[in-house]
């Protein structure tokens, strides 16, 4: 089983960057495509964007693609997702994932991931 653990959230205006980081413990998860989803009061978990495991390919929701970048650090085992001209929009809690099987492409079916982490705060004010 793996442990994931999301931190850097926080407040920030809009334009502004944060970083997240997403921790995993327990096994390594090179091979494991990772997601990020938000979820904003009274709205759906919706998907951000992912990176498969293997190959580290990267695959985005439109309302973030050429915002946000998601990498991998394999030595440390952790997951980022780089958001840059953050909106008020953009506000949510913010999940890291991990897909139930190796190599697959990561989607925005949340039923395609076993492990979630526990969430973190992003709050862009305008």
Known sequence: ????VESGGGLVQAGGSLRLSCEASGRSFSVYSTGWFRQAPGKERE?????R???DSTYYADSVKGRFTISRDNAKNTVYLQMNGLKPEDTAVYYCATHKSAWRTPTGNRYEYNNWGQGTQVTVSS
């Open 47 to 51: 998907f951000v964007g992912g990176i």
């Open 1 to 4: 089983q793996v442990q994931l």
């Open 53 to 55: 495991g293997g190959d």
